[in-house]
């Protein structure tokens, strides 16, 4: 009997050096999808539940203002290049009437000067023309990146668990339409009483179990967030741990079992 109640009060004595809470599989790496140009939705290539990979397309706008813009770009390179063409031409005919002039020993006669004069206009009209096409080229550049930021693209990999749009809706720069939540980098978000806060270190070891998989792990408290529940009196505690379930999705109860020391006093 005496060997008996040892062993109980020492099992119980082993279960009072452990406590357990409650928490749930989050995500460290949510992405809120938005968009940064107005336009209407053209095309949705993900939808809930759908994984994706990084640079993988999610949907695709289309914009009357970018249309317009691209107009202006393409009729303006165009002009630019004409007026370019127009220049060199001329400054070609001119140079042919000059050098017929150096083989008749006409150099210094009044139609090589003016010539001559007529060269120097032609070759300032033609750098102008050329600075128009630079700058055109700029603004064909800049369309073409807003045109790549019509196409919405999934900034890492991960799982679509919203989508907020539809083809054909209206799209206002900045708003909502996908959340992508990061499935590689998982942790846990759990309650710490108060009262139990003592016992909570960043950087301490504990068990971690997903009753649901029956699958337990070692975990590693990440933090305890420095704000309270002012009506449950219970502090945030994030734990990190190794991912090697695929089935371990973001919402999923988890409990996490913290080891109190032999010799811990509250006072």
Not at 186 to 199: G, H, R
């Amino acid at each position: 009997m005496k060997f008996l109640f040892l062993f109980f009060s020492s099992a119980i004595f082993a279960l009072a050096l452990d406590f357990t809470v409650t928490g749930t599989v989050v995500s460290d790496n949510q992405k809120m999808i938005g968009a940064r140009y107005m336009g209407y939705v053209k095309h949705i290539y993900f939808e809930i539940g759908d994984k994706v990979k990084r640079e993988d397309t999610l949907y695709e706008l289309e914009s009357a203002e970018f249309d317009i813009l691209k107009n202006q770009a393409d009729l303006a390179i165009e002009q630019a290049e004409i007026m370019v063409n127009m220049y060199r031409t001329r400054l070609d005919s001119i140079n042919r009437e000059r050098r017929t002039l150096k083989i008749r020993g006409k150099r210094s006669g009044i139609d090589y000067k003016n010539l001559s004069i007529a060269a120097d206009n032609v070759e300032a009209g033609l750098a102008a023309a050329q600075a128009l096409v630079k700058n055109a080229t700029t603004k064909i550049k800049q369309v073409a990146t807003i045109s790549d930021y019509l196409k919405v693209k999934a900034p890492n990999d991960g799982i679509i668990v919203q989508k907020r749009i539809r083809v054909g809706d209206l799209i206002a720069p900045g708003m909502l339409t996908m959340v992508l939540v990061d499935l590689n980098h998982l942790e846990i978000e759990a309650q710490v009483a108060e009262s139990d806060l003592f016992y909570v270190k960043p950087g301490q070891k504990v068990k971690v179990a997903i009753p649901s998989l029956r699958y337990k792990t070692t975990g590693t408290i990440k933090s305890v967030v420095p704000s309270a529940n002012p009506m449950a009196h219970t502090f945030t505690i994030r734990v990190k741990f190794k991912k090697d379930n695929d089935m371990i999705f973001p919402g999923m109860y988890a409990k996490v079992t913290i080891a109190l020391p032999g010799n811990a006093s509250k006072d």
